[in-house]
């Protein structure tokens, strides 16, 4: 089956995204098509597979997120801005209600963050720290910079949905030896997490953030919206930053501008970046990309993020 794709990414953390308005297929085969087109050694690649769908009675339009294991995410804010992006463009607006898993997200062409950095403002939540929602078996309602012991009996974690779950703790210095060791028993859906979580080490570098994520489903990763957000989230909570001011919030693959508040919800505002279109082939059976074709290249808007990254 071929399908057409646009080739984005929101603060590096990188996607191939299908207009899936009008496309027809089951669960099994889009988390196939997510596994081949996400696959770092076929001819696109990626953190994930991102699609544009139908809204709702809420909403103007949807997303859904597959990992590279081809998992559906709960969110992927990241994701959210570059499907907003296709939205808008689809349907001639600037703002929008976008339908999630299991929730909605508002959207906005926001002011760039640079000449040229196409710029999405985009707000999630609530946030939520009930561990029952999760679940995590054996730990207490709420988990605050708390020791999580069947994780880790030294280093304490606050646990946030956003409503995919997370896992945030605070270091001097990243470890990410210790990250992936850390992100690796969650991976593995031990008894006690049976979902799995995203895992993050945060540093708090004066005013700004730094955010480094094992993420569920796809392992180490140079960015995670969700998990910017979630640290946003949790440095407020924690008294690190102050709640409703804008906090500048970097990773690996970029930065955000964030705030939160006392009521949960989280806002971001960060670029939604297209690199390529053009179209590829996807064997179901196999699950395998091939013959590829890219139609169009956008320089401009690669040169401009780079600019934005080194400030």
Not at 66 to 84: F, H, I, K, Q
Not at 238 to 244: E, F, K, L, V
Request: glycine share 10%.
């Amino acid at each position: 089956m071929r399908f057409a794709i646009v080739k984005c990414h929101g603060s590096g953390n990188d996607f191939p995204m299908i207009d899936a308005r009008a496309l027809s297929l089951s669960e099994a085969e889009w988390a196939g098509v997510a596994r081949a087109l996400a696959d770092r050694a076929g001819p696109v690649g990626g953190d994930g597979l991102l699609l544009l769908v139908p809204g709702d009675h809420h909403a103007e339009f949807g997303m859904v997120m597959r990992n590279s294991d081809g998992s559906e995410a709960e969110t992927c804010l990241n994701g959210v801005r570059c499907v907003a992006r296709a939205g808008f463009e689809a349907l001639g607006i600037d703002a929008a209600t976008v339908r999630l898993k299991t929730s909605y997200a508002t959207a906005v062409r926001d002011e760039d963050l640079m000449p040229g950095v196409y710029t999405v403002r985009e707000t999630a939540g609530p946030a939520g720290l009930s561990t029952a929602a999760w679940p995590i078996h054996g730990a207490p309602d709420r988990l605050v910079e708390d020791v999580l012991p069947m994780l880790d009996r030294a280093r304490r974690f606050t646990a946030v949905t956003m409503p995919n779950p997370h896992l945030v703790h605070f270091v001097e210095t990243v470890d990410e030896a210790e990250l992936v060791r850390l992100g690796e028993i969650c991976e593995a859906g031990p008894d006690w997490l049976p979902q799995r979580a995203n895992v993050s080490f945060v540093e708090v570098r004066g005013d700004t953030l730094f955010v480094r994520t094992f993420e569920r489903g796809v392992g180490l990763t140079d960015s995670c919206g969700s998990a910017m957000a979630a640290s946003t989230y949790a440095a407020c909570l924690t008294g690190r930053i102050a709640w409703d001011s804008t906090t500048v919030v970097f990773n690996r693959g970029g930065l955000v501008r964030a705030f939160a508040g006392e009521d949960g919800m989280v806002t971001l505002s960060g670029n939604a970046t297209y690199e390529w279109a053009g179209s590829v082939e996807v064997d179901l059976g196999t699950e395998t990309a091939s013959d590829l074709v890219m139609e169009r290249r956008f320089p401009d808007e690669i040169a401009a993020w780079d600019a934005a990254k080194r400030g």
